[in-house]
């Protein structure tokens, strides 16, 4: 019998897994893993009981990259212990012709749900993490006729974001996450690619 939480990391895997196979269907696309999937788990664990104060002027100077309207409730859920955020490195590389093209931050949904879920500190990684050097897309597998991956941009996403939820008395994790209604989603991880190869030969 699986724990709600062993779940959760089996249904994300799964999905993670999925997008890995929709890139490398594509004609000279890799999708590469990366991210915690590439870490044995031994390291991972000590990458979950990295903590520091919350009230550190390291972590507040990585709450204030968040919108303003976002830093309470994110600092109200994650209580006195900022995360290391480099368990939030996105899961994956896109690469067209062996050219990396961009990061891509997987999160799985259910069809039954009206909405997607980020946790918060995974956006925030994204924000602060300038050492990419290419793009991150969040994409969501919303498995439907018209789009099956869709993708927002890191700019985009406070902007279709219906709000931030602190994370207490919340089924999931207990962190803080951001809710963004599913048609908000519109933008096909199709498209993205044929806007990558054709930005390739330019």
Known sequence: MYTAS???????????QLF???INSKSLWRARTYGQRS???????DLRRIAISSNSDYAKDKINKLP??????????IG?????????????????????????EIKSTK????????????????????????????????NQPDIEWAYATLDEIPLI???????????????????????????????LLLQSVDNWFL
């Not at 089924?171 to 096909?188: R, V």
């Open 6 to 16: 062993t779940q959760r990391l089996l249904n994300g895997h799964k999905t993670e």
């Open 20 to 22: 890995l196979d929709f």
């Open 39 to 45: 870490l044995d788990n031994k390291l991972q664990d």
């Open 68 to 77: 303003e309207e976002w830093r309470h409730i994110y600092k109200r859920g």
């Open 80 to 104: 006195n212990s900022f995360p290391a955020l480099c368990r939030w490195d996105a899961d994956a590389l896109c690469v067209y012709n062996n050219s990396p093209q961009f990061f891509a």
């Open 111 to 142: 069809r039954s749900n009206h909405a997607v879920f980020i946790e918060a500190s995974c956006y925030l990684a994204a924000l602060v993490n300038d050492r990419l050097a290419l793009p991150l897309h969040f994409v969501f597998h919303l």
């Open 161 to 191: 974001a219906s709000r931030m939820h602190d994370g207490r008395n919340a089924a999931g994790s207990g962190t803080p996450f951001i809710i963004i209604e599913k048609d908000k989603l519109t933008k096909s991880v199709d498209q």
